[in-house]
Nanobody, 124 residues
Framework: QVQLVESGGGLVLAGDSLRLSCAASGRTFRWYGMGWFRQAPGKEREFVAAISGSGQSTYYADSVKGRFTISRDNAKNTVYLQMNSLKPEDTAVYYC?????????????????WGQGTQVTVSS
């Protein structure tokens, strides 16, 4: 069983940066692949970024490549999403998710646990 808690969201201007954090419970965090997803108003949840248990492999949605960076600190049971050059279209609730199979995936159905989400709002 894993509990995930996101933090770091807020209101920013286009071009600004934010760093989201996801704190995980449990003693097996290093064995979990982790992902970030987001859901904008009236839209379906979409993949943003993923990282393998070791942090060796990462994946990004085309819409955020070059702007967002996913990372993890297994000693702190925390995964991060650094978001630079934010755009109004990045506005959404951001969720972190954990995959018990260790690998990283862009597919929502691969993930077993989900956080409650944190709001990111980018104004122009």
């Amino acid at each position: 069983q894993v509990q995930l808690v996101e933090s770091g969201g807020g209101l920013v201007l286009a071009g600004d940066s934010l760093r989201l954090s996801c704190a995980a419970s449990g003693r097996t965090f290093r064995w979990y692949g982790m992902g970030w997803f987001r859901q904008a108003p009236g839209k379906e949840r979409e993949f943003v970024a993923a990282i393998s248990g070791s942090g060796q492999s990462t994946y990004y949605a085309d819409s955020v490549k070059g702007r967002f960076t996913i990372s993890r600190d297994n000693a702190k049971n925390t995964v991060y999403l650094q978001m630079n050059s934010l755009k109004p279209e990045d506005t959404a609730v951001y969720y972190c998710a954990a995959d018990r199979t260790v690998g990283a995936s862009r597919l929502e159905q691969e993930y077993d646990y989900w956080g409650q989400g944190t709001q990111v709002t980018v104004s122009s």
